[in-house]
């Protein structure tokens, strides 16, 4: 049995405080005055000027000149007047929509983090699923580890839904109730349109159906799997098979449904039919990711000396060939998008490649280009080191790959990694380490009494 040391442990808690500190520091910064907001933005204005901004002036002064006759004082007068109240208008209306932005980003941050440890734990859990409802013969002697990540599910699940519901319009416009509301300037008619599906009411609901049925699958499939051990027959191994066949159909529909709720209405003038999928190739391929950095690691401690550089193959083969399958949805979104040049379609790409260059052509290289290189030989996937240093860049991409699906619709430009991200990221990676350690102390690390762990034992590719 694994022994969950001190050492992890304490690693862990201090990941959770000091990314706590971090996020409250970042709340704390982020909320500024508007007043402050259009001072920043004059500073910005000036640091980016450099004297050209004079003569753009200039240039602007006299192409009116040209272009209107000299009016009299009165007219020019009041034409100063009245052009000075709409500049005045404007440049409020963009600090205040500065200043909103500024605002989200603590929240996002948050939300960006929190959904993806919790994707881990669910793409783990789907995998899981595969395993019984395939019969596969490889991989029941990494069962006790696929369990012990989906641990974090329940609590990761509730902690998404808790951001959403706290952080509102901070993260879901539509969660404004002036959007649906005609007699308000925000009056949105699409999000109007939508309303019948995206309100607070719906999403909550859908939220416990999703959660339960997941929880639901996770608590018989580990009771049933822990059972098997302590039996005589194979009549928990049969119950376990049939509750994964049909989970799977759940897990299906509703994580399309998630993913739309979860993350898609960040943006609700913008769908993809292919979301769905997408979202749930890079779950499966950080959750499998997870699982194999997990079980290197164990091994490297002395445990799981049942597992082979054979199992390692296998994950790392998964690792490469779900990077292939996310990186086909992926094109096939963007190009479709791209070549019908539908305006509100297209409007999503062309926001995160002007305003998030960086991030969106590294997620491409982190998520596909990385992995083929490294992974594509079948050698370099039984070296543990081949394997981790692929497994890191994965799993830093598909973070990537959540950052830019939240942040573009909840801060716009204003981005950066910075203080409420990386500590959003420890706090959720402590938790994720202190849960799955703790879980996998609590049971014997091999499941000696399923029917296919000689199988599994004697595993070779």
Same mark, same amino acid.
């Given at each position: 049995?694994?022994?969950?040391?001190?050492?992890?442990?304490?690693?862990?808690?201090?990941?959770?405080?000091?990314?706590?500190?971090?996020?409250?520091?970042?709340?704390?910064?982020?909320?500024?005055?508007?007043?402050?907001?259009?001072?920043? +933005?004059?500073?910005?204005?000036?640091?980016? %000027?450099?004297?050209?901004?004079?003569?753009?002036?200039?240039?602007?002064?006299?192409?009116?000149?040209?272009?209107?006759?000299?009016?009299?004082?009165?007219? $020019?007068?009041?034409?100063?007047? %009245?052009?000075?109240?709409?500049?005045?208008?404007?440049?409020?209306?963009?600090?205040?929509?500065?200043?909103?932005?500024?605002?989200?980003?603590?929240?996002?941050?948050?939300?960006?983090?929190?959904?993806?440890?919790?994707?881990?734990?669910?793409?783990?859990?789907?995998?899981?699923?595969?395993?019984?409802?395939?019969?596969? $013969?490889?991989?029941?002697?990494?069962?006790?580890? !696929?369990?012990?990540?989906?641990?974090?599910?329940?609590? %990761?699940?509730?902690?998404?839904? $808790?951001?959403?519901? @706290?952080?509102?319009?901070?993260?879901?416009?539509?969660?404004?109730?002036?959007?649906?509301?005609?007699?308000?300037?925000?009056?949105?008619?699409?999000?109007?349109?939508?309303?019948?599906?995206?309100?607070?009411?719906?999403?909550?609901?859908?939220?416990?159906?999703?959660?339960?049925?997941?929880?639901?699958?996770?608590?018989?499939?580990?009771?049933?799997?822990?059972?098997?051990?302590?039996?005589?027959?194979?009549?928990?191994? /049969?119950?376990?098979?049939?509750?994964?066949?049909?989970?799977?159909?759940?897990?299906?529909?509703?994580?399309?449904? !998630?993913?739309?709720?979860?993350?898609?209405?960040?943006?609700?003038?913008?769908?993809?039919?292919?979301? $769905?999928?997408?979202?749930?190739?890079?779950?499966?391929?950080?959750?499998?990711?997870?699982?194999?950095?997990?079980?290197?690691? +164990?091994?490297?401690?002395?445990?799981?000396?049942?597992?082979?550089?054979?199992?390692?193959?296998?994950?790392?083969?998964?690792?490469?060939?779900?990077?292939?399958?996310?990186?086909?949805?992926?094109?096939?979104?963007?190009?479709?998008?791209?070549?019908?040049?539908?305006?509100?379609?297209?409007?999503?790409?062309?926001?995160?490649?002007?305003?998030? /260059?960086?991030?969106?052509?590294?997620?491409?290289?982190?998520?596909?280009?990385?992995?083929? +290189?490294?992974?594509?030989?079948?050698?370099?996937?039984?070296?543990?080191?081949?394997? @981790?240093?692929?497994?890191?860049?994965?799993?830093?991409?598909?973070?990537?790959?959540?950052?830019?699906? @939240?942040?573009?619709?909840?801060?716009?430009?204003?981005?950066?990694?910075?203080?409420?991200?990386?500590?959003?990221?420890?706090?959720?990676?402590?938790?994720?380490?202190?849960?799955?350690?703790?879980?996998?102390?609590?049971?014997?690390?091999?499941? /000696?009494?399923?029917?296919?762990?000689?199988?599994?034992?004697?595993?070779?590719?």
């Amino acid at each position: 049995m694994y022994t969950f040391s001190n050492r992890l442990k304490i690693g862990s808690i201090a990941l959770m405080v000091i990314g706590a500190l971090m996020v409250a520091y970042g709340f704390i910064d982020s909320d500024k005055s508007l007043e402050e907001v259009k001072v920043m +933005l004059a500073e910005e204005d000036s640091a980016h %000027g450099d004297g050209h901004g004079e003569a753009a002036h200039a240039e602007v002064g006299e192409t009116h000149g040209n272009e209107h006759a000299e009016p009299t004082h009165e007219e $020019g007068h009041d034409a100063a007047v %009245g052009h000075g109240d709409t500049d005045v208008s404007h440049g409020d209306e963009h600090a205040e929509h500065v200043m909103h932005q500024i605002h989200n980003r603590p929240y996002a941050a948050l939300y960006v983090a929190a959904f993806f440890f919790m994707m881990i734990a669910l793409g783990v859990l789907a995998f899981y699923g595969v395993q019984w409802a395939s019969q596969a $013969g490889w991989s029941p002697v990494l069962f006790r580890v !696929m369990e012990a990540i989906t641990y974090y599910l329940l609590p %990761g699940a509730i902690i998404v839904v $808790g951001i959403a519901l @706290i952080g509102g319009e901070h993260i879901f416009v539509w969660m404004n109730p002036d959007m649906t509301d005609p007699t308000k300037p925000e009056y949105d008619a699409l999000v109007d349109g939508k309303s019948g599906w995206l309100n607070k009411t719906g999403f909550l609901i859908r939220a416990i159906i999703f959660i339960a049925g997941w929880s639901l699958y996770r608590y018989f499939a580990r009771k049933f799997s822990l059972a098997q051990d302590q039996a005589n027959d194979n009549k928990n191994f /049969k119950k376990t098979f049939r509750i994964s066949a049909a989970f799977l159909v759940f897990y299906i529909y509703t994580e399309s449904m !998630m993913s739309w709720d979860w993350i898609m209405s960040v943006d609700p003038h913008w769908f993809s039919t292919l979301f $769905g999928w997408y979202v749930f190739a890079s779950m499966f391929v950080s959750g499998i990711t997870v699982i194999a950095l997990i079980t290197i690691y +164990l091994k490297s401690k002395g445990y799981l000396e049942f597992v082979n550089d054979s199992h390692i193959h296998d994950l790392a083969k998964f690792m490469f060939a779900i990077s292939i399958f996310w990186t086909y949805l992926w094109f096939s979104q963007f190009m479709l998008i791209w070549y019908a040049n539908i305006p509100e379609e297209v409007t999503y790409f062309v926001t995160r490649i002007e305003d998030y /260059k960086l991030p969106f052509f590294g997620m491409l290289a982190m998520n596909f280009i990385f992995p083929v +290189l490294v992974l594509m030989n079948s050698d370099y996937k039984r070296i543990p080191w081949f394997v @981790i240093m692929g497994g890191l860049v994965i799993l830093i991409g598909h973070y990537v790959d959540v950052f830019n699906m @939240i942040m573009p619709a909840t801060v716009g430009d204003r981005w950066y990694i910075g203080i409420p991200e990386i500590g959003s990221v420890l706090l959720f990676l402590g938790l994720f380490i202190f849960l799955v350690f703790t879980a996998l102390s609590k049971q014997p690390l091999l499941a /000696k009494r399923n029917p296919f762990i000689k199988e599994s034992e004697q595993f070779h590719y």
